[in-house]
Each structure stands twice: as C-alpha cells, then as structure tokens.
C-alpha cells in the first residue's frame, strides 16, 4: 500500500504583543496580573514584549532613572523566565517605526475619540501643570505599537481596554480607506491571574505610583515585604472570608495567596477560618517572599552582566524593527508617499 504524506500545513502561530512602561519597578500586581503570564505564552505563540520607553514620557522623567529602570526592566523580563529566543524582547525607542507610525495614525485619529479617554481625563487632572499633546495622544502611540507587529492578541489589563478599543477603531478607519493594512487585534485577558489591589486602599489597583506602603516592588526584600503586608489594611470583624465588596483588604490578601500557591480564594479562606489576620498575614508574607526571592537572585546576575543585557535588546530591536517595518512601507505606500 502506498503510502500518503500529509504534510501539515504551515500555520503561522499566533502574534502576541505586549508593552510595558519602565516608569518605576514592577510591583507585585505587574507580576501577578501579567509578566508571569507572558512566560505562559511563550510555547505557544510569536510574543513580542516591548519596554514602552516613548510612552513613559507623557509625564516628567528624570534621565538617568529613565535609563535604570529601563534596563532593570529588560533584566527582570530575563528574570522571570522570559526566554530572549523564544520572546522577541525589546525597547520601544530602539525600532524608529514606533514614532512614525504613531504620526501617520494621528492623522487617522479625531479629538472627540481621544478626549473621550478616561485615562486622559485622570492623568491630566493628575499632572494638571504638564497636559502635553503626547498625553492627549498617547492611545494612538499605544495603536501603533499593536498594529505595526499584525498583532492578533494583546495581553492587557483592564484599564487598557480603552485603549485597545480605540486601537480597533483606529485600525477599523485604516482598513476601510485602504484595504486589509493591519490584522484587528483582540484582548488577551489571562484566566490566571488575580487582580492585586493597594494594600492601603484595598478598593484601587496596586500601583506603583502610589506611596510606597500601599505596592509590594518586584524587588523589595524581605523585611519590606514583612513590613508591609503587616500594615496591609484589613477590618476590624476578624474573620477571615472572601469578600471583595464588604472585606476588599482581607480578600485582597487572599487572592494574593491564591495566585502564589494556586490554591482556591475559597479552600484558603476555609482553611484559614477561625484563624486571625496575623496568620493569613504570615502566611501571605512567606508566599511573597518565596516568590521574589528566586527573581532577584537571577536579576542580580542579569544586571552583572550588560554585555549580555545588550546583545538581547539589539536582537529584540533588529528583530522587532524588520516586522515593523514591512506593516509602515505598506502603510506608507498606500496613502500615497514616494517609496524611498
Ligand atoms: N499603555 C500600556 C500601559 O501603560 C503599556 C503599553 C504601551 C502597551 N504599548 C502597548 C500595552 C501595547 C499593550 C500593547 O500599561
């Protein structure tokens, strides 16, 4: 009998792209929530993870921490177990497309959409002294990002989903003048993955732009761990139950132990009943210990070594910078400018 070889069709992976701002370390939420679910990924689909350093400054950045915290970002994506071959890893500002792209797509972009952003109306109430067209703009830089790279799924939380909308519209308005430009991408929103609120206002995202007792940082030692969990607000009825809406401290807590140990909100809290906040405390400081521990170590020895640090971002910019490019000549040639 003959024998017949079906040759799988080559089906191109999926495309992932991700970005995330180098404006301060990570926090415990930043991990949880996404960079530990990128390492998830990376089997399965092309993932592009990108330190978005252009969109850092839309608010006021002293230079040299800039700088720091960029690469400390680059080593903590190596650190977390990101595998520079298998994630393409690379600064926004090292792949020149990012900036022009975002011009053209500011000419595809209207006021009304972009005064509609509710992230626009709290940063420039924020930073009320500095609303600067590149706050105004920042979804479009955003757009840009996902649509030069054709991505298909974009790993975002929440308070991106703005964002992300206007980047379908964006692309939607692109698409209709000129035919198929870029592939319409879709949020990712991970099924692991708790959402880690402050520790000192238990109803708001943890945040690293808040003071520093409220967020846990990736790279915050122990005694910081120790000590902030035990100032982590509860309540004052001690019990130990999960409650988002009536107990946000205490279930923040929990759901923060569940993401570490991967136990259910609910087998813990019911193991934990009768127990008091001082345990569920001791035990969630352990759980963060033991989860940052293993980081910093390899972190350490990431930032040791710049020449490796160096040779993984030029690999991600030439890599990241060929893809980009392909999606703005296309761009470019169909609204009409002279090919180069
Ligand atoms: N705006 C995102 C944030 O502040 C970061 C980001 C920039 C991003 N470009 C992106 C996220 C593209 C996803 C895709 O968190």
């Known amino acids: 009998m003959e024998q017949t070889l079906t040759q799988a069709a080559p089906v191109r992976r ?6 995330i701002q180098p404006s301060g370390t990570p926090t415990l939420g930043n991990y949880i929530g996404a960079m530990r679910n990128w390492k998830l990924l990376e089997d399965e689909y092309d993932c592009l993870y990108m330190i978005a350093d252009l969109h850092t400054i839309t608010v006021r950045q002293e230079p040299a921490k800039l700088r720091q915290q ?26 020149t497309q990012h900036a022009q792209m975002s011009w053209l797509l500011n000419c595809f972009t209207y006021m009304g959409e972009m005064s509609r952003m509710t992230q626009f109306k709290d940063k420039s109430a924020k930073h009320a002294d500095n609303v600067n067209c590149g ?18 799924l974009v790993p975002v939380g929440v308070d991106q989903t703005q964002h992300l909308e206007i980047c379908r519209d964006i692309a939607a308005r692109v698409n209709g003048l000129y035919g198929n430009v870029f592939t319409m991408p879709e ?8 959402r880690v609120m402050s520790l000192q206002e238990p109803t708001r995202k943890m945040s690293k732009s808040d003071p520093d007792d409220c967020f846990i940082s990736i790279l915050d030692g122990p005694d910081a761990v120790r000590r902030k969990v035990r100032r982590a607000v509860t309540d004052s ?4 139950r999960f409650d988002p809406e009536n107990k946000p401290g205490v279930s923040n807590l929990l759901s923060i132990l569940s ?14 009943a009768g127990k008091g906040y001082g345990e569920l405390k001791s035990a969630v400081t352990d759980a963060v210990i033991g989860t940052l521990e293993p980081i910093q170590a390899s972190f350490t020895q990431y930032m040791g070594d710049k020449a490796y640090l160096e040779s993984v971002y030029r690999s991600g910019a ?5 893809i980009a490019e392909r999606t703005l000549s296309k761009l470019m040639k169909k609204i009409g400018f002279v090919g180069r």
């Open 237 to 240: 009825d001690g019990e130990i």
């Open 187 to 194: 949020g990712y929103y991970s099924k692991v993955g708790a």
């Open 70 to 95: 960029s690469i400390q970002l680059l080593a903590l994506l190596l650190a977390i177990g990101l595998d520079p071959d298998k994630n393409v890893l690379f600064f926004q500002s090292h792949v």
């Open 318 to 322: 030439e890599r990241a910078s060929r």
């Open 259 to 272: 993401a570490l140990t991967g136990e259910k909100v609910d087998a813990l809290a019911e193991s934990m």
């Open 135 to 152: 706050l105004f703009t920042y979804p479009v830089l955003m757009a840009g990002d996902i649509l030069l790279y054709q991505a298909n």
């Open 14 to 19: 999926q495309r992932i792209l991700s970005g």
